[in-house]
């Protein structure tokens, strides 16, 4: 799954923007000091999906470096190439048993 990123930080922008207004236009009528705190942000979310995003980046980087598996940039994004060892059977194993399963059940019914 993808996230548009920048399309997650405009709306973010825009709803701690609202919700900064509603808080300061509903503290005109009625008293909002238990709520003054909601419209406050220490950290901004769209800086917290940063943040996120670059402590990923890093960690897979990491993970690449010690585990040896080599990352290459297609046009398409990211793409991950992974080592097999020799032998390493990907087949399977229920595509075999099925095969047979069909093989016997023919021969019951002829």
Do not use: R
């Amino acid at each position: 799954m993808e996230l548009d990123l920048e399309g997650v930080k405009k709306m973010s922008k825009a709803y701690s923007t609202a919700k900064e207004q509603a808080i300061n236009e509903a503290g005109k009528t009625v008293d909002i000091q238990n709520i003054k705190h909601i419209a406050e942000n220490k950290m901004p979310f769209e800086d917290e999906i940063e943040k996120v995003v670059e402590d990923w980046n890093t960690q897979k980087e990491v993970f690449h470096q010690q585990t040896g598996f080599n990352q290459h940039s297609s046009e398409i994004g990211n793409e991950v190439v992974c080592y097999q060892p020799d032998g390493f059977d990907q087949s399977d194993p229920n595509e075999e048993e099925s095969d047979d399963f069909e093989k016997e059940l023919e021969l019951m019914l002829t």
